[in-house]
């Protein structure tokens, strides 16, 4: 018998690639590139992309990347998972939100769910949801020793706990077989609200009702760890995470005050986080989150066999869009993947119309399916930490959990979360990085797909019931798309106004070849929008700024290849503003010939990088279109 030797046998006969001759490989490319003094190491950052927190997505990873072991799946500090078998006895728990305020039409989404894949319900109860009386009729031919129940009830999580408890003692489930969450998070609700006077009373009864679930429903937690308030406001995976970790210790101290075993008071949590469209970032999220749970129950004292950490996905409502809103299906559905392979209990899909109202049955069919397929056809559940082992995704949760940590510190050193949100520390901090990100959405430098990138002005808006309002007073909601949303807004309105949509001329300077990058590109930014565009080719001055009066557009752009912008962007220019356009602008940067083209009669440039928001807003302003 042969003997094979150690490692690929088709390769042993050639030595081992090392990360210098890679780089010097990278080096090479980007000299061709223009890049002439870049060399070893800077030439591996030239091609990294910069994070938020201060991470970076690097172009290699390799073996030497690979931090600490992260221990196996079930054991501290819980990397690869809070249960030694993971998801894959059973997947994990499909729990389908539900906030309408008819209790009809609830207990009708709440059977549909059920009886096609949910396995647990999260309802949005009080003010923003279903009335908390109404959680009978809603729960209606619901088998209670079944389908977990998680209630979001807010400052009104004590009547709806004692609601719950009565419907389970009316139809004879036992203790033991009911299982969920009560919902009680005072901290979230100080974070949604912005009001403090009633967060010491609620932290008590919060405290109170956990002991009280701890000695009678073994299967039941009372608090939820929410962090989807800071989420939702614009915060960063790290500050998402930090402020989760100060608000868990919060919730510590005031149930072991209260005199439960810290042990008791650990397993009364469970922690929510968003699930977003940036895969690798939302794995690493859940992996960190485990670890640094593990790390404070340590310290806190909390027995191994309680110190795993219970994680609710809830996919991202920032990243939803109400303009294209099919488009959200394909963004949580990468979501829910990342979740999964994440290794979160229990995941919720939104529905693809969340941000535009009430969702329809069949946006809520669509939501469970994208779980079942993954689940079902695509066997995702069946490994356990599939993402476990890959150098970028250990790094990434090292890292991440690194930043986290700082700020979560940053919080503690402040007083504590409590302190923190009423001194305004989270809300400016969470701010400053919202205000970095729109930046870069206001660039188009994070896109977002049929809104920013490849709108289609033709799509006929999609029309729902309003949803309830959500809590509000505290900490903003945000959502990636809301700057361009507001533009095409105000097309619709000037549409509906007048007949017609705001227009621009294009004027497409040469033939095909020279102009139509730039022409495609600038009626992509221009419809982003709401603004439509109709043009016309060739090199005549004449013919361009007749064909721009039929257009019957008052602002034009020229396209065409910087030679012969050269050549022609003069004198077009010139003709344009003679036919009355009341603005002229260029695709491209301008270079060296910024001042000839602005005396011609260019008032701006626009290129990729710049601000398309500031620049259609401005157009509108200049076309006409009412704010």
Not at 347 to 367: N, W, Y
Not at 416 to 440: F, I
Not at 524 to 542: C, H, K, M, R, Y
Request: proline share 5%; glycine share 10%; with cysteine.
């Amino acid at each position: 018998m042969t003997v094979q030797p150690e490692g690929l046998p088709l390769a042993a006969e050639f030595p081992d690639a090392t990360r210098e001759q890679w780089q010097r490989l990278v080096e090479g490319v980007l000299r061709k590139s223009g890049a002439q003094d870049v060399t070893g190491e800077q030439a591996e950052d030239a091609l990294s992309t910069q994070l938020q927190d201060g991470l970076r997505a690097r172009p290699l990873y390799t073996a030497e990347d690979a931090p600490a072991d992260a221990g196996l799946p079930g054991f501290p500090p819980y990397v690869r998972g809070g249960r030694p078998q993971g998801a894959a006895e059973s997947g994990w728990d499909v729990r389908q939100l539900h906030a309408d305020p008819d209790p009809r039409r609830a207990n009708e989404a709440v059977l549909a769910d059920l009886e096609n894949g949910g396995s647990s319900l999260w309802l949005r109860l009080g003010a923003a949801g279903l009335p908390v009386a109404a959680l009978p009729e809603a729960l209606t031919g619901v088998y209670l020793d079944l389908a977990a129940v998680v209630l979001d009830a807010g400052a009104e999580f004590r009547p709806a706990a004692e609601r719950l408890f009565a419907l389970l003692a009316e139809r004879g489930v036992s203790a033991e077989a009911a299982s969920g969450n009560l919902g009680a998070d005072p901290l979230g609700l100080l974070a949604r609200t912005g009001d403090d006077a009633a967060t010491e009373a609620l932290l008590a009864d919060a405290a109170a009702l956990a002991a009280e679930t701890d000695r009678t429903y073994p299967n039941v937690r009372a608090l939820v760890v929410d962090a989807l308030p800071y989420h939702e406001a614009g915060a960063s995976a790290a500050q998402e995470l930090g402020c989760s970790l100060a608000t868990g210790v919060a919730y510590l101290r005031a149930l072991t005050g209260a005199g439960l075993p810290v042990d008791a008071a650990a397993g009364q949590l469970e922690f929510r986080y968003a699930a977003t469209e940036d895969q690798f970032l939302t794995i690493a999220k859940f992996r960190a989150a485990r670890r640094l749970w593990a790390r404070v129950a340590e310290v806190c004292g909390v027995a191994p066999a309680a110190a795993a950490q219970r994680q609710h996905a809830v996919t991202s409502s920032v990243m939803m869009t109400a303009r294209d809103p099919w488009v959200n299906m394909l963004r949580t559905t990468v979501a829910c993947l990342a979740a999964g392979v994440g290794g979160a209990e229990a995941v919720t899909v939104l529905p693809f119309d969340e941000a535009v109202g009430l969702p329809d049955a069949f946006a809520r069919r669509i939501a469970r399916n994208t779980q079942a397929i993954l689940l079902e056809e695509s066997h995702l559940a069946r490994v356990v930490d599939p993402a476990g082992g890959s150098w970028y995704v250990e790094r990434l949760t090292e890292e991440l959990a690194q930043a986290a940590w700082a700020w979560f510190q940053t919080v503690e050193a402040a007083g504590g979360q409590r302190a923190a949100l009423t001194s305004g520390l989270v809300g400016r901090t969470v701010a400053e990085t919202w205000a970095t990100r729109s930046t870069a959405l206001a660039k188009r430098r994070e896109p977002v797909t049929g809104v920013s990138e490849f709108p289609n002005l033709a799509e006929q808006p999609l029309v729902r019931e309003s949803a309830p309002a959500p809590l509000g007073g505290g900490l903003p909601r945000v959502r990636r798309g809301e700057a361009y949303e507001a533009l095409r807004d105000r097309s619709d309105a000037h549409l509906a106004t007048t007949g017609a949509r705001p227009r621009l001329f294009l004027a497409a300077i040469g033939t095909a070849a020279a102009y139509t990058a730039r022409s495609t590109f600038a009626a992509n930014l221009f419809q982003a929008g709401g603004i439509e565009t109709v043009s016309a080719e060739g090199v005549d001055p004449a013919a361009l700024a007749e064909a721009f009066t039929a257009s019957g557009a008052p602002v034009a752009c020229l396209c065409s290849s910087d030679g012969l912008y050269e050549e022609h962007a003069e004198a077009v220019a010139k003709a344009l503003k003679a036919a009355g356009a009341a603005e002229v602008l260029l695709a491209g940067r301008p270079g060296g010939r910024r001042e000839a083209y602005e005396r011609a009669g260019v008032d701006a440039f626009v290129f990729a990088g710049g601000d398309a928001v500031a620049v259609l807003t401005s157009l509108l302003d200049t076309i006409g279109v009412a704010r």
